[in-house]
């Protein structure tokens, strides 16, 4: 079942802490900060010109999933989630923002449909996977 970002970020519909969120200090925050600034910025970039991104004939990033990857990073951000580890197109037209920390890795999937899904795995196991969907939670 389908549930909204922030729905997914404000544990309203799942409990954030039990995916291992780690705010950080205020020191880390300002640094967070200035990484999402620099995803955002990236994915801007990609927005202008997807077709730079194509290696190994992989179809580039639809301009609906980086699109939709730029509306979630506000959200993320918002709720104090330390910028990705890694920002990357996926083969089939969509992206990965990926989040390590010890032994537990999330990743959320941007289709190139835009649809979105939150996958958490803690010690190599998947402990969440979920549909996300960009609106408020009703």
Do not use: C
Request: aromatic share 8%; net charge neutral; proline share 7%.
């Amino acid at each position: 079942m389908p549930i909204t970002v922030a729905g997914i970020l404000a544990g309203t519909s799942f409990d954030t802490d039990a995916i291992g969120l780690d705010y950080g200090s205020p020191f880390e925050r300002t640094a967070f900060g200035d990484a999402w600034k620099k995803v955002d910025s990236d994915l801007a970039q990609w927005l202008k010109d997807p077709e730079a991104l194509v290696d190994f004939d992989a179809i580039p990033p639809t301009r609906k999933a980086i699109r939709t990857a730029r509306a979630i990073v506000p959200a993320l951000e918002s709720r104090k989630w330390p910028a990705p580890a890694i920002v990357v197109p996926d083969l089939n037209g969509g992206i990965s923002l990926e989040f390590h920390s010890g032994t537990l890795y999330k990743n959320v999937e941007i289709r190139a449909d835009g649809t979105s899904r939150l996958l958490v795995f803690r010690n190599g196991r998947l402990h969440a996977d979920r549909l996300l969907r960009l609106g408020k939670t009703q």
